[in-house]
């Protein structure tokens, strides 16, 4: 990770990942547990290094694909505008062409349960896209409909409960985007904030509603208002007055969570 980030050494960070990926095989147990990690890695070293990534890419996600279907599906979109990785971007995006909002979410929670910073920053960022995109859906089929309400519950619960310890992480930009997810989710129904706090409740202990409450709004979402996002989240944004900051999506999820009290 440290090599990656060093200018001077990516070059060879690029050859060794060639190397590795060559040596351990698309049936590796290693190679296939962390294909999400490296392909991000060599997706965002491609935009730089695009002849060396691109082999190692083409090899993964395109030549192996049928062995590493199951994992390539796991993998968080990852948009590219170099010519040679394109190819490898449309690849990891026509893998999920048939996923229901059920399955994209289940998606996103593996990917936000990874080890991995990079992974999961993706994965949060595909699931906030995934609130705004399918609002209307996610309303009916998660908090209406009564045929898959305990399926609902469970998937709704696990997000939750992800997207809750992901706040109190030291990653600034994993804090960022898990309040900007909390805040989606309180635009799709707010009266669904209730219900979360009913599911959850059983994995973060058996105090009262009311000190189940309080606990997610202080330990969660005022750090945030707190700490994240630096001087500039906290400003009204004067260049797009329509776009909603970081901070904005906070208040509102607290908002919407004291309304339980």
């Keep these: ?69 199951t994992q390539i599906k796991l993998i968080p979109s990852v948009q590219s505008s170099n010519v040679q990785l394109k190819e490898a971007s449309q690849v990891i995006a026509r893998s999920v062409n048939n996923y229901s909002v059920h399955d994209l979410i289940e998606k996103h929670i593996h ?39 305990f399926s609902a519950a469970d998937l709704m619960r696990r997000m939750t409960c992800a997207l809750l310890r992901l706040c109190a992480t030291e990653h600034i930009k994993i804090r960022e985007r898990s309040a900007e997810c909390l805040g ?17 409740r059983d994995t973060f202990g058996n105090e009262s509603d009311d000190e189940f409450v309080l606990e997610i709004v202080r330990e969660h979402l ?7 996002g630096g001087v500039n989240t906290l400003r009204t944004n004067h260049t797009n007055p329509g776009q909603i900051t970081v901070v904005e999506r906070v208040q509102y999820s607290v908002q919407e969570m004291l309304r339980i009290l």
């Design 1 to 69: 990770k440290c090599a990656q980030q060093s200018a001077e050494l990516q070059t060879c960070v690029c050859r060794v990942w060639n190397t590795l990926i060559r040596c351990l095989g698309p049936k590796s147990l290693q190679l296939k547990s962390n294909l999400s990690q490296i392909v991000i890695n060599l997706m965002s070293l491609g935009e730089t290094y695009s002849d060396l990534v691109a082999p190692s890419i083409t090899f993964l996600l395109v030549e192996n694909y049928s062995e590493l279907m």
């Design 111 to 149: 990917g936000m349960e990874s080890n991995h910073d990079i992974v999961q920053i993706r994965a949060l960022e595909e699931l906030q896209n995934t609130l705004k995109q399918h609002r209307s859906a996610i309303a009916e089929q998660f908090f209406h409909d009564q045929a898959s309400v």
């Design 222 to 228: 005022v750090r945030m208002l707190k700490n994240g």
């Design 184 to 200: 989606e989710l309180g635009a799709i129904d707010p009266a669904r904030m209730g219900i979360l706090s009913q599911t959850v």
